[in-house]
């Protein structure tokens, strides 16, 4: 029995859920001196361990971790049995939690919310529970869980059936015993596959449904892992603070062994090592690269399968047990206790949707193409409407009217998966565009948890009643989430991260995949710069810091992260032959690039002298000819040789179906300007005369440049339309130096930090061009007339020094009647996207690159 209700009709906050969320935040709340309450429809605390009470539920992170850190007298004060907590056990935990902070005296059971509208005039959210009560608050915050709304069994037939009906999601309290029952387990994910072995043990027959075979690798459960153990006695709070800078919010020391490169035996022994530990994060990270590299992650799931074929002992069943249509990891891998053991006892059978789709659910059973099935009992483990339904459950409205169901039709919108605009006031505890179901929850709830208490305090403080985030804000987030899940395998898979497993449902990647480290980081920063992107509000005030908090590529930033760790010396303080050689180092340790047809090393006449060009003919199609694009290479007319731009060369040669001549020009300080641009025109004339020994048609010339490599290609454009030929069909033109003026503003905002730096840039300008020149059409083709000039694409990147030349050369072509296209390498640097199988972001603005040259050539593009 509730005792009597005494719920005050006004209230601070209002929290729904009390499960690990709301609890901590009830408690955090409190704390903090606010009036609080929390609401749950369960008749107890728990959250998901009050529900999800099937046989074999348990948590599949260790207990070392799964498991609050914001007090260590808490830690000390409980001992977890296991690596791997049960139900049972945790939801103990969590009453013990409730009782120590005496938490239960401001919890709601049994009691839902079911309706939350903003008052705008009032500042204050109205809520109505589904008992018909009316209540007022200054913050509603829903910690309701990221996999709290039973999917509806999306399956013909399902309300025919007249046995037994249970789902794992909702486990009647006093269990169930299926001795001597004909059991159905319909779904392989997390719950079917910690439940069947269980009911396997006491069903009489039970026969799995399986759509989709899952990757799953055994827990190896017993004691707590004794190293972690031995860390936290070491030092408590140092391995809780490495937990919440960790990727995944667990220490783990990360790899920088790429699948890809490593040996037969480095793969083979840290496969090994994984399924020995029986971990998560550990079976992920085997290889750094196995989240982004198809073939990286074929090797893993390779090494899966051979251990299911090892288990399994019928060898059409462990085939049907082998997950072949995703990625491993863009499903949420499992944890399992004797799972693929189960199928070989005899009275066990998988029934393989693929082969045999249900046609109905029927009164006694399950109808399959091939097949009827009667069964005591049907066990369903079919999931959840994960992320967005627990919010979407409740009719939130927010300003204007507008409801989060309306507002999210086409994908959840929130700023940092904790507010949404439009709902002021309103926050969300791990929520869509969080790192939440990625992480390890614990971690995540906290920090969240935290950051709302600390904001709520603030805002209290300094005398703001409400907040909510601009539309600029939450925008430019849920681009980055997006960005980071685009250079993942993940999207490519059903799963119920990106929402495919429910009907109707938007397909978007739903959590922030950029780790807890970086999401924790991106928190913590908006807050140093005066809650950048957030509106705050209060009597005689207003505040806003507009803004993007996150704008780079991710992977761009992992790049200069790693390049700031090596500590390289500024190029421009080095003699030209060292900067060469440094150059030249780390070209050599790129990944292998893209497959051409055929690369073939020549030389061409230049004035002075012969220079060397490599020629890089398409695989496909397999006869020619093909158009010409001729390339110089960037370098700042210093630096770069056939070798430096090889994998971009390969990559525009292998996407346009061109043939690409990149050629060796003269460089600074041994031949200075102008060699560089006679070379440039003299190679496109020499590659025009001879296009047809070469494999080319003629008279399908286009150019092609990277930084000052797009510079002369620029100049050749103009010299040869002064020259009246030869005719170039078309200019591409990356990231292209066009003028001699280092003022413009993206050399102030861009100066420093992005690889090439302004003191580079003047680098490159002495050795190249004395001051007098630099006026010169030949090295500022800015400056020049334009008309007449060949269609142009231009590509500028974000965070480039170049960028506002790039731009302005656009405009001037624009100006000038030049048919001209713009591409934004957005987040990028200068040298980002000519990264080839390193920045997989930059793939996507390539292939516009390419699309460009074979629209100069009236011809559609290839990959
Ligand atoms: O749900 P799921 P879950 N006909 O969506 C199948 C966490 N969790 O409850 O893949 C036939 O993963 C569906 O098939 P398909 C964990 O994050 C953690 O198991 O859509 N089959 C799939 O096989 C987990 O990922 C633990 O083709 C249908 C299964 O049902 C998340 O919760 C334990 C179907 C659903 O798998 C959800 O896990 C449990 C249909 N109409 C859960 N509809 C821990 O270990 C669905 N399926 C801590």
Not at 203 to 232: C, E, K, W
Not at 607 to 632: H, S
Not at 735 to 749: A, C, G, I, K, N
């Amino acid at each position: 029995m509730n005792p009597p209700r005494t719920v005050p009709d006004e209230l601070d906050a209002v929290v729904v859920g009390a499960g690990f969320s709301g609890l901590y935040l009830l408690h955090r709340l409190r704390q903090a001196g606010f009036s609080v309450k929390v609401f749950d429809s369960a008749g107890d605390v728990g959250g998901t361990w009050y529900w999800n009470r099937y046989p074999g539920a348990r948590c599949d992170i260790p207990t070392t971790d799964y498991t609050y850190g914001f007090d260590p007298e808490l830690e000390a004060a409980w001992t977890w049995s296991e690596k791997y907590a049960t139900q049972p056990e945790i939801l103990g935990y969590l009453r013990f939690v409730a009782d120590r902070y005496d938490l239960r005296r401001d919890i709601e059971f049994s009691t839902g919310i079911t309706a939350a509208s903003w008052d705008a005039a009032g500042k204050r959210w109205n809520l109505t529970t589904d008992r018909g009560e009316q209540l007022r608050c200054r913050h509603y915050i829903m910690a309701s869980g990221c996999l709290s709304l039973p999917k509806s069994p999306d399956i013909i037939g399902a309300g025919l059936y007249t046995g037994e009906v249970y789902y794992t999601s909702r486990w009647p309290h006093e269990g169930v015993d299926f001795t001597g029952k004909r059991v159905a387990v319909i779904g392989t994910g997390s719950s079917g596959i910690q439940s069947i072995p269980l009911i396997a043990e006491q069903a009489s027959q039970l026969t799995v449904f399986q759509r989709t075979p899952n990757f799953s690798i055994p827990a190896h459960n017993g004691p707590a892992p004794a190293d972690r153990l031995q860390r936290l006695s070491e030092d408590r709070d140092g391995y809780r603070e490495a937990a919440k800078y960790s990727r995944g919010g667990i220490p783990n020391e990360p790899t920088d062994i790429l699948g890809i490169t490593a040996s037969e035996e480095v793969r083979r022994e840290r496969f090994e090592a994984a399924w020995e530990q029986g971990e998560l994060f550990g079976i992920l990270g085997v290889f750094a690269d196995q989240g982004l590299n198809p073939i990286s992650n074929e090797i893993v799931a390779e090494m899966i399968r051979e251990k299911i074929r090892a288990t399994v002992n019928d060898p059409e069943t462990a085939e049907a047990l082998c997950p072949k249509d995703h990625y491993f990891g863009t499903k949420r891998p499992c944890l399992d206790t004797n799972y693929f053991q189960t199928y070989n006892l005899p009275h066990v059978r998988l029934v393989d949707l693929r082969k045999q789709p249900i046609t109905s659910i029927t009164e006694t059973g399950v109808d399959t193409a091939d097949e009827s099935h009667s069964f005591d009992a049907i066990v369903y483990a079919t999931g959840f409407d994960a992320m967005t339904g627990p919010v979407t459950a409740v009719d939130v409205t927010g300003t204007d009217g507008l409801s989060l169901k309306e507002k999210w039709v086409a994908g959840p919108s929130t700023y940092l998966g904790l507010m949404s605009v439009g709902f002021p006031n309103f926050f969300m505890i791990t929520g869509p565009g969080s790192p939440s179901v990625l992480s390890n929850m614990t971690v995540s709830i906290e920090q969240h948890v935290d950051w709302v208490t600390d904001c709520l305090t603030r805002m209290r403080d300094q005398g703001f009643e409400t907040i909510e985030p601009t539309e600029l804000a939450e925008a430019g987030w849920g681009q980055h989430v997006q960005d980071c899940a685009a250079i993942s395998l993940h999207p490519t898979a059903d799963s119920w991260y990106m929402g495919a497993n429910v009907p109707g449902k938007p397909r978007v990647f739903l959590p922030y995949i950029g780790g807890v480290d970086a999401y924790r980081r991106a928190c913590d920063d908006l807050v140093a710069q005066g809650y950048l992107g957030f509106r705050l509000s209060g009597p005689g005030r207003d505040e806003c810091r507009d803004g993007v908090i996150r704008t780079m590529q991710p992977d761009v930033a992992v790049v200069l992260e790693l390049l700031a760790t090596v500590g390289l010396p500024p190029l421009e303080t080095l003699p030209v032959p060292d900067a060469r050689a440094i150059m030249s180092a780390i070209n050599a340790t790129r990944p292998p690039s893209p497959e051409v047809g055929e690369v073939t090393d020549g030389a061409l006449p230049g004035p002075g002298g012969d220079l060397p060009y490599r020629l890089y003919r398409p695989a496909v199609p397999a006869e020619g000819p093909y158009p010409i694009v001729v390339y110089f290479h960037g370098g700042g007319w210093v630096l770069g040789d056939l070798d430096s731009d090889d994998p971009l060369c390969r990559d525009l040669c292998a996407r346009s179906g061109a043939i690409v001549v990149s050629v060796n020009y003269r460089h600074a300080p041994e031949d200075r300007f102008p060699a560089a641009a006679e070379d440039a025109f003299a190679a496109v004339r020499w590659v025009d005369a001879n296009a047809a020994d070469l494999g080319g048609i003629p008279g399908q010339l286009a150019v092609a440049g990277w930084s000052a490599g797009g510079n002369i290609a620029a100049v050749a454009c103009q010299l040869a339309r002064d020259a009246g030929g030869p005719r170039i069909l078309g200019q591409l033109l990356m990231h292209p130096v066009v003028d001699s003026d280092l003022t413009r503003q993206s050399y102030v905002d861009n100066g420093d930090g992005y690889i090439l730096t302004k003191g580079l840039m003047s680098w490159f300008w002495d050795h190249y061009a004395d001051p007098a020149d630099r006026g010169d059409l030949r090295l500022a083709p800015l400056r020049g007339d334009l008309a007449g000039l060949p269609p142009a694409c231009v590509v500028t990147a974000d965070f480039d020094p170049l960028r506002d030349e790039g731009l302005a050369y656009v405009d001037a072509l624009h100006a000038a009647g030049v048919p001209v296209r713009h591409v934004r390498a957005r987040g990028h640097t200068h040298t980002s996207v000519t990264m080839v199988g390193v920045v997989i972001s930059g793939a996507p603005v390539r292939a516009e690159m390419a699309e460009a040259l074979t629209g100069f050539f009236g011809v559609r593009t290839l990959a």
